[in-house]
């Protein structure tokens, strides 16, 4: 028998993808899935619609979230300078009242953000971003960046989402701005609260250094954390390798997913991404 195809991350319109939970489902059914999680940024509301369409679709399915965490290195080690992590909830109970309460409470501090991207923005002579922003984001309470950046390619100043990050929206650029979200503990209590395991989401990406990084890793063992994102969309085969030693050597399980966020958005169709090394414990080992 072929290993079990497994995919532990993906969006929907319900945050920063493209389609509704249940066209993701049908990506996943025909990209060979047969585990599938929706993990939409700060927000479980989709979740009901994709367990139904992953069911139908003969598909085991697993609640899933993906909360933005902010996270600074201690003094000494190049801290405190707060950078974004990303931090995946798997095995969540959706209704769970602390999850809710605390993923309400983060997604409370979008709107503000919005305005201040946009701001920022118009002082760069682009004017109109938190409109057109809107636009693109059904779900009112999710406002990120990634519908800047469409409205950036939308109006030209882009010729792509990937270009709109580059020049506007990430890190020195005129349209980025800090933000404050959840805490590492808090992250970890909501998820661990709701009965799941958390995952930290692709951690190649992160600006941080090797140092800083194993501080991270660290904590976020201390804390309870249970697995690291070794296959995902965002890594190249030098991090596949790389944090697969990171889980071996932290003791970390291991995760696969392709962050797909919809056609056009996603080096990775769902299921697409090579298994994981044979030696290491996937992070749904004992799930079935
Ligand atoms: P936000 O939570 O609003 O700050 O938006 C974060 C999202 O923006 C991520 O989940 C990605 O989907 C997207 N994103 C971040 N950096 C980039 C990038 N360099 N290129 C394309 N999309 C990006
Ligand atoms: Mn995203
Ligand atoms: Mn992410
Ligand atoms: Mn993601």
């Not at 469409?150 to 890190?171: C, D, I, P, W």
């Not at 958390?198 to 951690?203: E, G, I, Q, R, S």
Request: hydrophobic share 40%; glycine share 10%; net charge negative.
């Amino acid at each position: 028998m072929p290993p079990m195809n497994v995919d532990l991350h993906s969006h929907s319109i319900a945050s920063d993808g493209l389609l509704p939970a249940m066209e993701v489902a049908a990506r996943a059914k025909a990209g060979g899935v047969d585990v599938w999680a929706l993990t939409d940024h700060d927000e479980v509301k989709a979740l009901g619609e994709a367990r139904s369409a992953a069911e139908a679709a003969g598909m085991q399915f697993v609640d899933g979230v993906e909360i933005s965490v902010s996270w600074s290195p201690k003094a000494g080690n190049g801290g405190p300078k707060d950078t974004t992590i990303h931090v995946v909830g798997l095995q969540i109970d959706p209704a769970n009242q602390v999850l809710l309460d605390g993923l309400r409470q983060i997604r409370s501090g979008r709107d503000e953000r919005a305005e201040r991207i946009a701001f920022d923005l118009d002082i760069a002579g682009i004017p109109g971003t938190l409109a057109g922003a809107r636009k693109y984001a059904v779900n009112p309470e999710l406002l990120s960046r990634s519908h800047f950046a469409r409205y950036l390619v939308e109006v030209g100043k882009a010729s792509s989402t990937h270009q709109a990050f580059h020049h506007f929206l990430t890190e020195g650029k005129p349209g980025y701005v800090a933000h404050q979200w959840a805490t590492l503990p808090e992250a970890m209590h909501w998820i661990s609260s709701a009965g799941g395991i958390a995952v930290v989401a692709h951690p190649g990406r992160y600006k941080l250094s090797q140092p800083q990084l194993n501080e991270f890793f660290a904590e976020f063992k201390d804390l309870g954390g249970g697995a690291i994102e070794v296959m995902t969309g965002s890594h190249t085969t030098t991090q596949y390798n790389h944090f697969a030693d990171v889980s071996r050597c932290f003791g970390f399980m291991a995760s696969r997913g392709s962050d797909y966020h919809g056609p056009g958005e996603s080096r990775i169709e769902p299921g697409a991404l090579p298994p994981l090394p044979a030696d290491l414990k996937p992070v749904w080992h004992d799930w079935f």
